[in-house]
């Protein structure tokens, strides 16, 4: 058959080259921006990011469009098997339209074998449409460009192992598509709905309002920031919760946040922030600089020990925030605090001795450095909880130690990670866990968010879950309840409210109200939270922590 001369596949194809050429600049075409970038010199990771964030922004999306992406998926694969049924016919594809298929072939050959990268050092598990709509397009492409696939030796104008490879290539291209077939027909179960009341559910009682303050950069610090970072405006995003006038309050607590290595952007934590300003809560967003280009001092080897590090980057970072922190006092917390306060809150103060600092990866381990700063300027010092998600490698320099013998006696921690965070080792968590010894042990939790993957969409404890990109029901139960939970405790010793305060803290200790993670819509529990108390010291699965160096 004459269309067989054409197929990519057939034996008789007079060369080869070209069509290959093509699929080859398609392939080149989806992997180019992180091989430039790694070329660059930047590391694997930030290498990747770019396309991994495009990646997690499109399964999310396909996530809530399920519908339009099923109807897409029946509209190419239909149109592919018209474009088969005219083979059979004798017309084939012109040149233009093959060349259009061959290069799609490659890019998206190329994108698959990103999400597979994606998936085994980043989202295990987490992407499922995403490979399927790979799939279909793949098994589109492969059926319009060479047809049905047939067995070897049956078809006298494909050689054996061009018949294998077409074999192969539309099975690998099923398989890509079979994971996601009862997801897109509506037969996976589903995760539970989001709380309707309560903690986890929509932020309130108050509506809340940001605003911006720029803080003073330390020269020796604004001198050493680099790349995409030299042109921030670092600030202190003020969210404050709108009360009404008649509110018979004296005043609210403070709560400060600090955001992960390179991510210092404000809209990506909202959905935090919220949770905790709308319960009544003053809440500063920490910008510090992430990309910071440090003299090293000479003979200085660096060391990861313990969840601790050396880097002189934990030094200047820690002079910016210390800056930040005087800006709010100014803004927030003196007698000549700025109007935007006075129009959320009227006449009433901030008081900073009922304090919450948290942070996420490198801003959870920056949490030492918040607590550090606070305990010298005396906050904290009624009520304190502290709460690390995912976090990264503290400073083990001794000025920026926190003075732990000046916390409250009434002090709650939270360490919080996703069981496949493939960022941040466990071990930084576990001995996180360590530095606050002093406390009963009832009040210093390791968390760990287990990956349900029964249905869909897939539940999978990773390193973003407390960031908007991946705000699902996993973070819905196994983050934001916790977020709530904790304002509520401090805003409610704040006030004197032991009724509130006592429910707050029967979901913050080990129990089944802390654990529980709802059920799928089949009736089966998802995966209950995993906690620990002393986890270096009593569970044999953290032993290797002991020996554990981690790396800058």
């Known amino acids: ?26 392939f080149l075409a989806s992997i180019i921006q992180p091989v ?9 990771n930030d290498a990747i990011w770019p396309h991994a964030y495009r990646a997690l922004q499109a399964t999310m999306w396909l996530r809530d469009n399920l519908t339009l992406m099923f109807f897409f998926a029946l509209m190419i694969f239909f149109a592919s098997l018209v474009v088969v049924n005219n083979r059979f016919k004798g017309k084939s594809l012109n040149k233009i339209h093959q060349g259009i298929l061959l290069f799609v072939l490659g890019l998206f050959s190329g994108f698959t074998v990103l999400y597979f990268l994606l998936d085994i050092f980043y989202l295990r598990g987490a992407f499922l449409l995403l490979p399927t709509i790979y799939g279909v397009i793949l098994l589109s492409c492969i059926l319009s460009v060479s047809g049905l696939p047939t067995l070897p ?5 494909k050689s054996v192992w061009g018949s294998i490879v077409h074999l192969v290539a539309v099975f690998f291209a099923a398989w890509l598509v079979m994971p996601g077939i009862p997801a897109m027909v509506g037969f996976a179960p589903s995760p539970p709905d989001a709380p309707k009341i309560g903690y986890g559910a929509e932020p309130g009682p108050f509506d809340t309002i940001m605003t911006i303050h720029e803080y003073e950069m330390p020269s020796n610090v604004e001198e050493i920031i680099i790349d995409r970072e030299e042109d921030i405006e670092f600030s202190v995003y003020l969210t404050l919760p709108e009360l009404p006038p008649e509110i018979p309050l004296d005043s609210i607590p403070l709560a400060l946040l600090s955001h992960g290595w390179g991510y210092p952007v404000y809209e990506e934590y909202t959905d935090w922030i919220t949770h905790l300003s709308a319960r009544g809560m003053a809440v500063a967003f920490i910008q510090y600089p992430s990309h910071i280009d440090p003299p090293i001092p000479e003979g200085l080897e660096g060391e990861d020990i313990e969840g601790a590090s050396n880097y002189p980057h934990h030094e200047y970072r820690a002079q910016a925030i210390a800056s930040a922190l005087n800006t709010l006092t100014e803004v927030a917390l003196g007698e000549q605090r700025h109007s935007s306060v006075d129009f959320a809150i009227h006449n009433i103060s901030i008081n900073p001795s009922h304090l919450w600092i948290g942070g996420h990866s490198l801003g959870g381990a920056y949490t030492f450095i918040q607590l550090h700063e606070s305990m010298e300027r005396g906050w904290g010092n009624e009520t304190l909880f502290i709460d690390i998600e995912s976090g990264w490698t503290r400073p083990n320099q001794n000025h920026l130690q926190p003075n732990f013998s000046r916390m409250p ?68 139960f196994g983050v934001y309840r916790r977020i709530d939970a904790q304002a509520d405790w401090v805003i409610a010793r704040s006030r004197g409210d032991t009724i509130t305060e006592d429910w707050a803290y029967q979901h913050l200790i080990d129990s089944e109200l802390l654990r529980s993670m709802g059920k799928w819509s089949d009736g089966t529990e998802v995966l209950p939270l995993l906690v620990y108390e002393d986890a270096l010291n009593n569970y044999d699965k953290f032993e290797y922590c002991n020996t554990f160096e981690g790396t800058q």
């Open 409 to 476: 006696a009434d002090t709650m921690v939270h360490l919080a990670r996703g069981v496949d965070d493939m960022t941040v080792d466990a071990c930084y968590s576990v001995h996180h866990q360590q530095a606050f010894s002093n406390l009963p042990s009832e009040h210093v939790l390791y968390i760990e968010l287990q990956s349900d993957l029964y249905g869909f969409p897939r539940l999978v404890g990773t390193h973003y879950l407390p960031t908007n990109s991946v705000h699902d029901r996993l973070a819905d």
């Open 1 to 26: 058959m004459d269309e067989e001369k054409n197929s990519f596949f057939g034996e008789n194809l007079k060369s080869k080259i070209k069509p290959m050429l093509i699929i080859g600049v398609g």
């Open 36 to 44: 430039i970038l790694f070329l660059s010199g930047k590391d694997i």
């Open 153 to 157: 030796m049956r078809n006298p104008e």
